[in-house]
């Protein structure tokens, strides 16, 4: 068979499909910014007033979340990134050499549904800023109860499926531009807040020291007293609450869609971008800020939507922020909801797909109810999908090491893998089944539930199949990875490179923007440190409203600048 030959089975294919080319990876670089980005989510509003609202203490959260969000970078790295590198598959399209096509469809159609609906939550968040901005009234039913609301979630929601349409790059490269700024606005927007709680409870704008600090949580955030009166969570609770957040994307493998561009396995700590800077900190400032909005508004924290959190803190950026916020989450999830959709209508390409399923996430959004609901859908989709990440972890790392013959389902040509589909129903009844008896916390039920069904995965797949050599059938896969390999090789000698940029106008363009979000970081500073008292601190946060709102606009303007030239072939 020549050249040609080999190379025609892969040109019908979706790129999508094939295992990511080699001069397609990225460095490590873009999913900091990546993640950066996702995990600094409009989201972080809502679970910060979920922490008090749950009656966590300020200790545990300090120390619970620092350990929670350790354990679940160090499950990106370990668990997600090796089978990623390794197969440079997205999970929905590696599933089908696992399981086959009926339980891949059942799975996909599952995450489509699952992270549409994510998406739409964002969209609706991002909404819900842009109403506050215009005085549209709250949308507190499940329907909405204004024309102008379902307008403006057209407006963002067209945003969001434009960039997801593009790819990963694009996904990646609006992430780049965003989790730099994200991450100088939480910490911003705690730093303005701050001095209001502490006038309220010890009668000075700063805390003294780390004993300050304390009371000051203990009493107006993190209580240990939850919305009900009762003693709250305790640090086991919390640990847990920051590890399983992501189930759905590492246990689950869903990450593998990301981290399949990674040029090394190792990558997978840049996660720690997401869950340190994004979770850890960004849930605490978030703690503060939503304290020091109810202090300044008069209400409880549980009453404030992300909108009113972020205008006390922020001001006019805050807009911006659960806009901004709330589209780098639902961009993600948008993009993986194409990428599953595209694994089952396999004869059209990721952008149709992408289309069709942005539309109905948006007409999704213009429903309030989805939002106030994101909570349980990510706990109750983390649990979903674990089996499925253990099915898949077992085979690719367990089976080699045990003697037995990885992807033999496929060889079998099965395209009803009975094992795999009997795993995941049964890891569902045991998970489900054990929060129903509540025989451990709910945030842990995912360990259980991954290691029961690799237990029964080994046991079923050893019974149909799995122990048999299947030497001809990996003689024909390996030749056609190496033919996939040659076939994309001599498809990048055709494509064109762009030059980096490194022209002194463009270098100063970046300069200029990363000054802005210094230049905003002093202001916040000043607010925090220079407020002598009550009338000095109302100025200063009042100077922070008008002039972080400028850098927000010459740091967007003038990144987004330079992310053009860098991709212009003119660039000097």
Same mark, same amino acid.
């Given at each position: 068979?020549?050249?040609?030959?080999?190379?025609?089975?892969?040109?019908?294919?979706?790129?999508?499909?094939?295992?990511?080319?080699? $001069?397609?990876?990225?460095? #490590?670089? $873009?999913?900091?910014?990546?993640?950066?980005?996702? $995990?600094?989510?409009?989201?972080?509003?809502?679970?910060? !007033?979920?922490?008090?609202?749950?009656?966590?203490?300020?200790?545990? /959260?300090?120390?619970?979340?620092?350990?929670?969000?350790?354990?679940?970078?160090?499950?990106?790295?370990?668990? @997600?990134?090796?089978?990623?590198?390794?197969?440079?598959?997205?999970?929905?399209?590696?599933?089908?050499?696992?399981?086959?096509?009926?339980?891949?469809?059942?799975?996909? +159609?599952?995450?489509?549904?699952?992270?549409?609906?994510?998406?739409?939550?964002?969209?609706?968040?991002?909404?819900?800023?842009?109403?506050?901005?215009?005085?549209?009234?709250?949308?507190?039913? #499940?329907?909405?109860?204004?024309?102008?609301?379902?307008?403006?979630?057209?407006?963002?929601?067209?945003?969001?499926?434009?960039?997801?349409?593009?790819?990963?790059?694009?996904?990646?490269?609006?992430?780049?531009?965003?989790?730099?700024?994200?991450?100088?606005?939480?910490?911003?927007?705690?730093?303005?807040?701050?001095?209001?709680?502490?006038?309220?409870?010890?009668?000075?704008?700063?805390?003294?020291?780390?004993?300050?600090?304390?009371?000051?949580?203990?009493?107006?955030? +993190?209580?240990?007293?939850?919305?009900?009166?009762?003693?709250?969570?305790?640090?086991?609770?919390?640990?847990?609450?920051?590890?399983?957040?992501?189930?759905? %994307?590492?246990?689950?493998?869903?990450?593998?869609?990301?981290?399949?561009?990674?040029?090394?396995?190792?990558?997978?700590?840049? @996660?720690?971008?997401?869950?340190?800077?994004?979770?850890?900190?960004?849930?605490?400032?978030?703690?503060?800020?939503?304290?020091? &909005?109810?202090?300044?508004?008069?209400?409880?924290?549980?009453?404030?939507?992300?909108?009113?959190?972020?205008?006390?803190?922020?001001? #006019?950026?805050?807009?911006?922020?659960?806009?901004? &916020?709330?589209?780098?989450?639902?961009?993600?999830?948008?993009?993986?909801?194409?990428?599953?959709?595209?694994?089952?209508?396999?004869?059209?390409?990721?952008?149709?797909?992408?289309?069709?399923?942005?539309?109905?996430?948006?007409?999704? &959004?213009?429903?309030?109810?989805?939002?106030?609901?994101?909570?349980?859908?990510?706990?109750?989709?983390?649990?979903?999908?674990?089996?499925?990440?253990? /099915?898949?972890? %077992?085979?690719?790392?367990?089976?080699?090491?045990?003697?037995?013959?990885? =992807?033999?389902?496929? *060889?079998?040509?099965?395209?009803?893998?009975?094992?795999?589909?009997?795993?995941?129903?049964?890891?569902?009844?045991?998970?489900?089944?054990?929060?129903?008896?509540?025989?451990?916390?709910?945030?842990?039920?995912?360990?259980?539930?991954?290691?029961?069904?690799?237990?029964?995965?080994?046991?079923?797949?050893?019974?149909?199949?799995?122990?048999?050599? =299947?030497?001809?059938?990996?003689?024909?896969?390996?030749?056609?990875?190496?033919?996939?390999?040659?076939?994309?090789?001599?498809?990048?000698?055709?494509?064109?490179?762009?030059?980096?940029?490194?022209?002194?106008?463009?270098?100063?363009?970046?300069?200029?923007?990363?000054?802005?979000?210094?230049?905003?970081?002093?202001?916040?500073?000043?607010?925090?440190?220079?407020?002598?008292?009550?009338?000095? *601190?109302?100025?200063?946060?009042?100077?922070? =409203?008008?002039?972080?709102?400028?850098?927000?606009?010459?740091?967007?303007?003038?990144?987004?600048?330079?992310?053009?030239?860098?991709?212009?072939?003119? !660039?000097?």
């Amino acid at each position: 068979m020549n050249s040609t030959e080999d190379f025609e089975q892969f040109k019908s294919l979706d790129e999508e499909q094939l295992p990511v080319a080699k $001069h397609k990876l990225h460095d #490590w670089t $873009h999913f900091a910014g990546l993640y950066a980005a996702e $995990h600094v989510a409009a989201t972080e509003f809502v679970i910060g !007033a979920t922490f008090v609202a749950l009656g966590a203490k300020t200790m545990d /959260i300090i120390l619970g979340l620092l350990i929670g969000n350790i354990l679940a970078v160090l499950s990106w790295r370990f668990i @997600t990134s090796p089978i990623a590198v390794d197969t440079r598959l997205s999970l929905y399209t590696y599933l089908n050499k696992i399981a086959g096509d009926s339980m891949t469809k059942l799975y996909n +159609w599952a995450n489509v549904i699952i992270f549409s609906v994510i998406s739409a939550a964002m969209i609706t968040v991002s909404s819900t800023a842009v109403r506050f901005a215009f005085n549209i009234p709250a949308q507190l039913n #499940w329907y909405p109860t204004n024309v102008w609301f379902i307008f403006i979630v057209l407006a963002v929601g067209i945003v969001v499926v434009s960039i997801a349409l593009y790819g990963f790059n694009a996904v990646s490269e609006f992430s780049g531009i965003c989790a730099p700024w994200l991450f100088v606005m939480f910490t911003s927007g705690a730093m303005v807040l701050l001095p209001a709680l502490s006038l309220d409870v010890l009668d000075k704008t700063l805390p003294a020291g780390w004993a300050d600090f304390m009371t000051l949580g203990d009493q107006s955030i +993190w209580t240990g007293i939850n919305s009900d009166g009762a003693p709250g969570i305790g640090l086991v609770e919390v640990i847990g609450f920051g590890w399983a957040a992501n189930t759905i %994307t590492h246990f689950g493998l869903i990450d593998m869609a990301l981290l399949r561009f990674a040029k090394k396995k190792s990558y997978g700590y840049a @996660t720690s971008t997401g869950m340190m800077f994004g979770h850890y900190v960004a849930w605490i400032a978030a703690g503060i800020m939503g304290a020091g &909005a109810a202090v300044i508004l008069g209400k409880s924290i549980v009453e404030l939507d992300p909108g009113d959190v972020a205008y006390y803190a922020l001001g #006019w950026s805050g807009f911006v922020i659960v806009i901004v &916020a709330g589209w780098t989450t639902a961009i993600t999830n948008l993009y993986r909801a194409g990428l599953a959709a595209q694994a089952i209508f396999f004869n059209h390409s990721r952008k149709r797909t992408t289309i069709v399923v942005g539309l109905v996430t948006v007409g999704i &959004a213009c429903f309030p109810f989805v939002f106030s609901q994101i909570l349980p859908l990510l706990t109750y989709a983390g649990l979903l999908v674990v089996p499925v990440g253990a /099915i898949v972890f %077992t085979e690719h790392q367990i089976f080699p090491r045990i003697g037995y013959t990885r =992807y033999w389902s496929s *060889y079998r040509k099965l395209t009803f893998s009975m094992p795999a589909v009997a795993s995941w129903g049964l890891g569902l009844i045991f998970g489900f089944g054990l929060n129903t008896l509540n025989v451990i916390s709910f945030y842990y039920l995912f360990i259980p539930t991954w290691f029961f069904t690799i237990a029964v995965y080994t046991f079923l797949a050893s019974r149909y199949g799995a122990k048999e050599t =299947y030497a001809q059938e990996s003689k024909e896969e390996e030749v056609r990875n190496e033919n996939i390999e040659r076939f994309q090789a001599e498809k990048a000698k055709n494509e064109l490179v762009h030059a980096k940029d490194v022209s002194f106008f463009s270098k100063g363009l970046k300069f200029v923007a990363i000054s802005a979000l210094v230049a905003t970081l002093v202001l916040a500073c000043n607010v925090l440190f220079g407020s002598t008292s009550k009338a000095n *601190y109302i100025a200063n946060r009042e100077l922070f =409203y008008t002039y972080a709102f400028v850098c927000t606009i010459v740091y967007f303007v003038l990144a987004y600048w330079a992310l053009r030239r860098g991709k212009s072939n003119t !660039a000097a």
